[in-house]
């Protein structure tokens, strides 16, 4: 259906705002790796040609937080990085999404250690996990669907805040806590 029958004799289209910031969300969804091990070499197949990327707008990652709503988190976190990776998910512009790509972001994975994280599910908000270990390009593509499906049936555009960073940001003692005072 091309955008010819949509418009009619007349030659214009009614439509809101939301419609359009919808539909600019959807087919333009602007990702930020943030490949930590192998999970990373899946991510960089995901944005070759043989994958077509471009067809859903996202071919051209971005490598700082304030120009991306998608966050691609790819490989084994610690908890010694895990208050970076909340600061760089802080700095990224309302509306956003995260994707936990393979087994060792969503569980810890074969790195289960009293340093890795199980899971960042614990400091950040996951909305796609993509299974694997490492998960082919073609599982990374189904997450931008389902990434896509939910900006399109879920979420409504706020109008007043739209581009700006306004999620409230937990303190994260827990992860990162300050060197205490050491007395000899």
Known sequence: MGLDKLLGRDGFLTTSVEAVLKWAQKNSVWPMPLG???CAIEMMAFASPRFDVARFGSEVFRMTPRQSDLLIVAGTVTYKMSW???KIYDQMPDPKWVVAMGVCTSTGGMFRSYSVV???DQFLPVDVY???C???????IKALMVIQE???KKHKPDLFNFGKNVSPTPRQEEYHTPMTEIVI
Do not use: H
Not at 134 to 140: K, Q, T, V
């Open 84 to 86: 970076v990776v909340r």
């Open 130 to 132: 993509v299974a694997g």
């Open 118 to 120: 199980q899971g960042i």
């Open 134 to 140: 490492p998960p082919r390009p073609e599982a990374l």
């Open 150 to 152: 939910k900006i399109e």
């Open 36 to 38: 930590i091990s192998c």
